[in-house]
């Protein structure tokens, strides 16, 4: 259960905490809020023994998680929307798909970088951009590489070219079923 790792289990403390600090009406508008975020974290736990009991996708997930900085979501996030990876010839094209390359804006024989590419998958580029951060927070060899990249051309194409260096084992092991 990710929910019960991140914390959620003060909510409790937390308002006695608050009881104790605000006025009357203050604390009962903090008791209906801190309600909403049990009924919530509810909703979430319902979510996730869902996506659990799945067993082709629990699969793929396990095998993704020993990649550097993928964690239960983002391994999640990226089976779920890649589905067949067989309809990527090769890592040229999947690493595209992810939005991990620059864009292009050629006009009259110039040839120009764009930034903010919008071509692709927003999501998959959002979970290898996390699973970076991540892999450099965590791992030294990631960390040394983020902080060389980071000098020449600043943190977040640093960050971009570390999910990229993600993405061919990402489709290695998607490919292994």
Same mark, same amino acid.
């Given at each position: %259960?990710?929910?019960?790792? =991140?914390?959620?289990?003060?909510?409790?403390?937390?308002?006695e905490?608050?009881q104790?600090?605000?006025?009357?009406?203050?604390? %009962?508008?903090?008791?209906?809020l801190?309600?909403?975020?049990?009924?919530?974290?509810? *909703?979430?736990?319902?979510?996730?023994?869902?996506?659990?009991q799945?067993?082709?996708?629990h #699969?793929?997930?396990?095998?993704?998680? =020993?990649?550097?900085?993928?964690?239960?979501?983002c391994?999640?996030t990226?089976?779920? #929307?890649?589905?067949?990876?067989a309809?990527?010839?090769?890592?040229?094209?999947?690493?595209?798909?992810?939005?991990?390359?620059?864009?292009s804006?050629?006009s009259?024989?110039?040839?120009? *970088?764009?930034?903010k590419?919008k071509?692709?998958?927003?999501?998959?580029r959002?979970?290898?951009?996390?699973?970076?951060? =991540?892999?450099?927070?965590?791992?030294? =060899?990631?960390? #040394? *590489?983020?902080?060389?990249v980071?000098?020449?051309?600043?943190?977040h194409?640093?960050?971009t070219v570390v999910?990229?260096?993600?993405?061919?084992?990402?489709r290695?092991?998607?490919?292994?079923e």
């Open positions: %259960m990710i929910v019960q790792d =991140v914390g959620w289990r003060y909510l409790d403390r937390l308002g905490f608050l104790q600090q605000l006025p009357e009406v203050a604390w %009962m508008e903090a008791q209906l801190l309600d909403q975020i049990r009924l919530t974290q509810n *909703h979430i736990i319902a979510l996730e023994k869902a996506i659990e799945q067993t082709g996708f #699969e793929n997930v396990e095998r993704l998680k =020993v990649l550097p900085g993928f964690g239960l979501v391994a999640w990226v089976v779920a #929307e890649i589905g067949d990876i309809r990527f010839p090769s890592d040229k094209q999947f690493v595209s798909y992810c939005r991990l390359v620059p864009g804006k050629d009259g024989g110039k040839h120009r *970088h764009r930034s590419n071509d692709g998958n927003r999501y998959l959002i979970a290898f951009n996390q699973a970076a951060i =991540v892999a450099y927070r965590d791992y030294p =060899v990631v960390k #040394e *590489h983020f902080k060389k980071k000098r020449r051309s600043g943190k194409v640093a960050r999910g990229k260096e993600l993405v061919p084992s990402t290695d092991l998607a490919d292994a």
